[in-house]
DNA sequence: GCCGTTTTCGGCCCGACTGTTTTCAGTCG
């Protein structure tokens, strides 16, 4: 059923986007970009590709921008290990394209030149022609670019994935209030991925409303522990390892660069070209009518973010779902949901203390989720059995043994606790824990530990029918950065959790977010009903809630998606 | 190469910044 040989979605996507990059090396028009929109909806697919091509191009096709002869390309690589018409392009091009792209300020045609002129192939090669001074006497560079070149060379090395948003968001938020302090700035926000809260982030976006750019570039660039460039409206430092990125508006136009400057990409082409079905033409700058010549005329929105979407007839679209998947007709029909939100979240179904690998006891943690404002919380410890590290797990008799001392401290607070358990999904869908204490308890968690690679979708199915799960945790398994997962098709999973009445959750560890945004929307379609959980660990874990919270919002999630939206009694019943 | 309320051809987002140039190419977001 598994196949591990099978290449995951993110090394399809790169193939692509290799292919991409070589086309336009060759200064070829338009296929890069074509190349590149189909590499970034391939990366997003909820499901496997590699699986759709087992069926051949035309499943393949299914996926949005991927036509025929992309998806063709795609089954020859899942058959054959290599693309013939990609290999040819090596061949014409030998050089490591990922590695020297991955320099700033270097792209395609300047690889192109590099190797034509200086036989440059490798990072290695590069860093030698620029410290021999070589790159200086070509034809369009000169001392300056040659020295940019070797500077950026050494981020090019340290640089590997994005940042987690977990990590990020912290420090965008420190920056933002440094910002908002400043005397000039009249109106600030974060904007890009953080504010559409991607799992992952490239960069800080920064944008800021004043009537004096120069002193808010001067205040910006101060905070960066490196200037990466600094002009009269935009600049970027280089803070705590990751790039952040300013952008100076008047307050006229503020809210049509924070709906530019929000994206995502795909969502903004998409309303730019709803706009000018309507003879409006979009930019940074606001919304214009078109005259009958398709010249730019009358400024009619800009000021507010609203206004930009206004304008067009729409109501105003959530940054979270503005990943061009729907969001527009949506809004255009009236259809927007109503998506939750954190004080909709009335308590957290997966927690655990120190019976297992938590950090601290029964009573610190529900005390620590009462202050955080839960109604309830359900412990739940790992069950003993594969996949759980060492002696930690709970065995039948331990957990009967804390039932009873979760009862205990449940007399003794306002919040309510609930009995429960996490246990492991074997690799053929089965439960390591027996029946009687299961059920027991009131809230059974089961989620993957190990054997998280390959197609999962029956061995989820096959935990979801066990009649004493309630909820499937952190479904796929994955951890941002290290490992994928394994993968499963959303829509057979949510089809088969609406029918049995589990839950899927979307665990808000930064490190997890699983479910995600895509796999959300496909699950609930299906029928499904979501939990919000933490999986705390510690008692200040609770508040990562809000990053579970703005997933489940990229997944179109309502209230009523999600079941730990409801009070405690209608829970148990 | 992809796509369609211009539907099988003709168009494809666009502006800022940099470094190189005298009017622009490449990169980036």
Not at 396 to 408: D, G, K, N, P
Request: aromatic share 4%; net charge negative; proline share 3%.
């Amino acid at each position: 059923m598994s196949d591990d040989n099978r290449p995951d979605n993110t090394t399809l996507a790169n193939l692509l986007f290799e292919f991409a990059d070589r086309l336009e090396a060759k200064d070829i028009e338009y296929k890069p970009a074509a190349y590149r929109r189909a590499a970034e909806n391939v990366a997003e697919y909820p499901g496997s590709v590699a699986a759709l091509a087992a069926d051949g191009p035309e499943a393949v096709m299914e996926i949005d921008r991927v036509g025929e002869a992309i998806a063709d390309k795609l089954v020859e690589y899942v058959e054959t290990g290599s693309i013939e018409e990609l290999e040819a392009l090596r061949g014409e091009l030998p050089v490591e394209m990922d590695a020297l792209t991955a320099v700033e300020g270097v792209g395609p045609k300047t690889v192109a030149t590099l190797y034509r002129e200086l036989e440059v192939q490798t990072l290695a090669d590069l860093e030698r022609v620029a410290r021999n001074g070589e790159i200086r006497d070509l034809r369009g560079f000169g001392q300056t670019s040659e020295q940019n070149i070797l500077e950026n060379i050494a981020f090019a090395r340290q640089s590997d994935a994005r940042e987690l948003l977990g990590d990020t968001r912290p420090v965008a938020d420190e920056l933002l209030a440094t910002m908002e302090a400043h005397d000039a700035v009249k109106a600030c926000e974060l904007a890009g991925s953080i504010r559409r809260w991607r799992p992952t982030v490239g960069d800080i976006d920064v944008l800021v409303a004043t009537a004096d750019a120069a002193a808010v570039v001067e205040a910006f660039v101060a905070e960066g522990d490196e200037l990466i460039e600094a002009g009269e409206s935009k600049a970027s430092i280089r803070l705590d390892g990751v790039q952040a990125d300013l952008r100076v508006v008047t307050p006229e136009e503020y809210g049509a660069a924070l709906q530019y400057f929000t994206g995502s990409k795909e969502h903004n082409v998409q309303l730019r070209n709803y706009a000018l079905e309507r003879d409006v033409s979009l930019n940074e700058y606001g919304a214009f009518e078109l005259t009958d010549a398709d010249e730019t005329g009358q400024r009619i929105a800009g000021d507010t973010e609203a206004s930009m979407y206004e304008v067009l007839d729409l109501a105003w679209i959530p940054p979270e779902l503005r990943e061009g998947t729907g969001e527009i007709a949506a809004a255009e029909a009236g259809a927007l949901p109503d998506l939750v939100r954190t004080d909709d979240i009335r308590g957290d179904l997966h927690v655990h203390t120190d019976w297992s690998d938590g950090t601290a006891s029964i009573r610190e943690m529900a005390t620590a989720a009462a202050a955080f404002g839960h109604e309830y919380i359900a412990i739940t410890d790992h069950a003993d059995g594969p996949g759980v590290v060492g002696e930690m797990g709970l065995s039948a008799a331990e957990l009967r043994e804390q039932h009873t001392a979760v009862e205990a401290v449940d007399a003794e607070l306002d919040i309510d606790l609930l009995t429960g358990v996490e246990t492991n999904i074997a690799a053929d869908g089965g439960v390591s824990m027996d029946d009687g204490v299961l059920a027991a308890c009131d809230v059974v968690v089961a989620s993957p530990h190990s054997g998280l690679s390959g197609d999962g979708t029956e061995r989820l199915c096959t935990a979801i029918e066990h009649p004493a799960v309630d909820i499937i945790g952190h479904p796929s398994g994955r951890l941002l950065n290290q490992r994928s997962g394994i993968e499963f098709d959303p829509t057979v999973v949510g089809e088969a959790a609406a029918a049995a009445g589990t839950a899927l959750e979307v665990n808000s560890n930064p490190l997890r977010l699983d479910l995600w945004g895509e796999a959300i929307k496909a699950a609930i379609d299906a029928g499904a009903e979501i939990v919000i959980d933490t999986d705390a660990h510690r008692p200040n874990s609770f508040e990562h809630i809000e990053y579970g919270v703005h997933t489940a919002r990229r997944g179109w999630a309502e209230a009523a998606d999600v079941r730990n939206t409801d009070g405690v009694e209608s829970l148990r019943s």
